[in-house]
C-alpha cells in the first residue's frame, strides 16, 4: 500500500491558507470502510456535519485500502473548518473499501463462451491455470465480469482472456486468466464390465465425453460398430474400445459337449466331441473326438452343434 499524497483534492486544500480558528470537533472512524468510489470527511470523521459528504480522494479498488498520513488528514480537516488533531499514536490512516466476491463460475462461464465462440466448439473441457482469482467489485456493483479480448494458440490449446469486472464498466478491474482448451467429442463405451465372447447389446451402451487428443485412430466412434458384436478381451466399464478387440459374439465356449456333424450329400453322421476354443456362430474351431481323442476343425453351428467341414480328411478323422 502506497500513501496517497497525489491526490488533487488533498494537494488542492493543503495549499489554501489554512483556517487559524479551531473548527466542529470531530473524532477518527475505527476501521474505516467506503462503499463506493469517493472518499469523504463523513468516511473518516464522526461529528462531520454539513462536511461529511465532501468527497476528499478517491476510494481504492473493491477489496483494497489506501493508507494516508494523519498529519495531511488533519491539515485538511482544519483547512475546511473541522478540528482534529492525531493522538501520539496515530501515525497513518487506513481506508479500506469494502468489495463482493466475482463467483469463479461466472469467470469460467464467460471464458467457456468466449472459447465456444471464438473455436466454433460444442463440446470442449477447459482448465484453468488458476482458480483463485480473488476478483471484487464494490458492493453497490454487479458482480459480473465480461471478456474483453482472448487469445489462443489453436495448435496447443493454450489461450489467455482479458477480463473486465464489473461487466463492460470501462473503470472497472482488468485481470487476466490462462488455461487449456481441450476439444471433445461423444463415444460410445460400455456402461458395465463386459467379458470376452459377450454379445453387447444397444442397452449396454452409453456415450461419454472424450479428448480427441485421446482417440487412437482405431477407436470406435460409432455406437453401431459395437451392437452384435464382443470383445475379445475384457472391456472395463467407461473406457474406449479399439476396433481391434472387437469380434463375434462366443456361441460356444471351451470346454463344452457338442454333437459333431457331418451332413454330405445323402450321408448324416454325429458324434459327441468337446470344443478345444471357444467360437463364435460361424467360426471354426477344434474340436475333440470323445471316443477316439482325435482333434477336428468344426464350424460353429449353435451353442450345441458344430459341423464338419467337408473334406476327406475330416471325415476320416471323425470315424
Excluded: C
Excluded at 483547512?79 to 487506513?94: F, M, Q
Excluded at 460400455?190 to 472424450?210: C, N, Q, V, W, Y
Amino acid at each position: 500500500m502506497k500513501y496517497y499524497l497525489s491526490i488533487l483534492t488533498l494537494i488542492t486544500a493543503l495549499i489554501l491558507p489554512l483556517a487559524a480558528a479551531a473548527g466542529d470537533l470531530v473524532s477518527l472512524r475505527q476501521n474505516i470502510a467506503v462503499e463506493g468510489d469517493d472518499i469523504t470527511f463523513g468516511d473518516i470523521f464522526d461529528g462531520a456535519g454539513e462536511k461529511s459528504a465532501q468527497v476528499i480522494a478517491p476510494a481504492p479498488l473493491p477489496g483494497k485500502s489506501v493508507i494516508f498520513k494523519a498529519t495531511s488528514v488533519a491539515k485538511l480537516a482544519r483547512a475546511n473548518g473541522l478540528d482534529w488533531r492525531p493522538t501520539a499514536p496515530v501515525r497513518r490512516i487506513k481506508i479500506r473499501r469494502s468489495g463482493t466476491n466475482v463467483p469463479f463460475d461466472d469467470i469460467a462461464n464467460e471464458i467457456r463462451a468466449a472459447l465456444e465462440y471464438e473455436l466454433d466448439l460444442q463440446l470442449f473441457e477447459v482448465n484453468f491455470a488458476t482458480q483463485q482469482t480473488n476478483v471484487k467489485v464494490g458492493t453497490e456493483q454487479d458482480p459480473s465480469v465480461s471478456v474483453e479480448n482472448i487469445y489462443i494458440n489453436k495448435r496447443s490449446g493454450q489461450f489467455t482472456a482479458e477480463l473486465l469486472a464489473p461487466a463492460n464498466m470501462e473503470n472497472g478491474q482488468r485481470f487476466k486468466i490462462s488455461g487449456k482448451v481441450q476439444k471433445q467429442i461423444m463415444v460410445p463405451v460400455l456402461k458395465e464390465f463386459t467379458p470376452s465372447g459377450r454379445e453387447i447389446r444397444e442397452s449396454d451402451i452409453e456415450h461419454k465425453a472424450m479428448h480427441t487428443a485421446k482417440l487412437g485412430r482405431h477407436a470406435i466412434t460409432d455406437a453401431a460398430q459395437l451392437i452384435g458384436k464382443s470383445p475379445r478381451r475384457s472391456v472395463r466399464a467407461g473406457v474406449i474400445i479399439n476396433m481391434n478387440n472387437l469380434g463375434d459374439p462366443v456361441t460356444v465356449e471351451k470346454g463344452k459337449l457338442v454333437a459333431v456333424v457331418l451332413r454330405q450329400g445323402g450321408m448324416f453322421l454325429s458324434i459327441s466331441g468337446r470344443t478345444l476354443e471357444a467360437g463364435g456362430t460361424g467360426d471354426v474351431i477344434r474340436v475333440e473326438n470323445i471316443n477316439s481323442r482325435k482333434v477336428i476343425q468344426a464350424q460353429v453351428v449353435n451353442e450345441r452343434e458344430v459341423q464338419i467341414l467337408p473334406s476327406s480328411q475330416q471325415l476320416a478323422a471323425a470315424r
